[in-house]
């Protein structure tokens, strides 16, 4: 199985921006996206962004079209997610996930794995 964790969450000024990683234990074995949610504790999760360069795929949820954005090399890993001008309702536990479907599988919640999450917290 897959493992995955993000990396570089923290305390961030609105306003500010912040790259976040998700890194994998090692490489799939099958054609594969990787994609970002947030979810709070206690609160419904909201699928962000995927990414799969062997579907050749980017997505982005409407809510955060054009404030987000989703990158990665050939190798897909790690697999960044970007935002900048942070808002304090960007504050959010976010998390990656895997998928071994096209990338509109993760933004609906169909994945296979997913890592631990990192805090992100914007102070005004």
């Known amino acids: 199985e897959v493992q995955l964790v993000e990396f570089g969450g923290g305390l961030v000024q609105s306003g500010g921006s912040l790259r976040l990683s998700c890194a994998a234990s090692?490489?799939?074995?099958?054609?594969?996206?990787i994609g970002w949610f947030r979810q709070a504790p206690g609160k419904e999760r909201e699928g962000l962004s995927s990414f799969s360069r062997n579907y050749g795929s980017t997505y982005y949820a409407e809510s955060v079209k054009g404030r987000f954005n989703i990158s990665s090399d050939n190798a897909m890993n790690p697999v960044y997610l970007q935002r900048n001008s942070l808002e304090t309702e960007d504050t959010d536990v976010y998390y990656c996930d895997l998928s071994y479907n096209d990338g509109i599988a993760t933004l609906l919640g169909r994945f296979a794995s997913w890592g631990r999450g990192t805090q992100v917290t914007v102070h005004s």
């Open positions: 090692r490489p799939a074995n099958y054609d594969y996206s």
